[in-house]
């Protein structure tokens, strides 16, 4: 490949990437928000059922691994793209 074609295709791919790490920011926000009120509403389960929520709390511990992921992606740490462009985490 031409070396003009190459810094063509380059920085295309950085503009992607970018447009993708503008979108996982947005994604983040959405999710910290989630994350509150998730807290929000196990802290209420737990004060009156005195025991925490099964399902928040497993929904809890996938949404830390995609926040982990997205945080990777973001800071460029990894080039692997968390959820939707790969499963949901599963956390057991």
Do not use: H, Y
């Not at 503009?15 to 509150?36: D, Y």
């Amino acid at each position: 490949m031409e070396p003009e074609k190459q810094q063509d295709a380059d920085k295309r791919g950085v503009w992607k990437r970018g447009l993708l790490m503008l979108l996982f920011a947005v994604a983040f926000a959405i999710a910290q928000a989630l994350l509150s009120l998730l807290a929000i509403v196990q802290f209420l389960w737990l004060l009156f059922a005195s025991e925490p929520n099964p399902f928040l709390l497993r929904f809890g511990r996938s949404l830390s691994v995609w926040f982990a992921d997205a945080a990777r992606f973001l800071s460029c740490a990894t080039d692997e793209m968390p959820f939707p462009w790969k499963s949901w985490p599963d956390t057991g």
